[in-house]
């Protein structure tokens, strides 16, 4: 086994791990600083993906918690996904800001269009807010995307930053 290889699954983790916490970071920033919501009500609507709306604010800190995790969980999936994707195609570690910005578009869509909406959540399609829509497309390609790609091609035989 290289060392790439042995490496791999350390840097997927945390590229994931850093991708969680921009995003949940700026989830819970921007509806907090544009909403007032709490960040626990953030928490709870991860968690009504799996446990329903009702049961997730009804549960208090457990559920919080377990948005959370899920949150995380997710996260790492999504690097998982990433860097399966770039041990197999070689144009992904060629150009890794290409795509980490295509991976990011398409967890957008998936996430909004195919993963919400089969969920327990509730919510179906887009909010009517352009400025959250944008935004959302921004965190999932910066955010998102891009630590993962990065840390992936860390692993993969990036150079010193990790994406050429």
Do not use: C, Q
């Not at 957008?108 to 195919?114: G, S, T």
């Not at 509730?122 to 995307?145: C, E, R, T």
């Amino acid at each position: 086994m290289t060392v790439a290889a042995r490496s791999l699954p350390l840097w997927t983790l945390a590229g994931g791990l850093i991708a969680a916490t921009l995003d949940i970071g700026y989830a819970i920033s921007y509806w907090g600083l544009t909403k007032g919501v709490a960040a626990t009500r953030v928490l709870h609507s991860v968690a009504s993906g799996l446990i329903g709306r009702e049961a997730a604010l009804a549960g208090g800190a457990g559920t919080a918690a377990l948005g959370l995790f899920l949150h995380y969980f997710i996260a790492v999936l999504m690097a998982v996904a990433y860097a399966i994707g770039a041990s197999r195609l070689a144009w992904m570690r060629r150009r890794p800001w290409l795509a980490a910005t295509l991976y990011g578009l398409w967890l957008f869509v998936a996430m909004n269009f195919i993963v919400v909406p089969l969920s327990r959540a509730g919510m179906k399609g887009l909010p009517p807010d352009p400025v959250w829509i944008a935004l959302s497309i921004a965190v999932h390609v910066v955010f998102v995307a891009w630590p993962i790609a990065w840390a992936v091609n860390r692993a993969l035989g990036g150079n010193r930053t990790g994406l050429r």
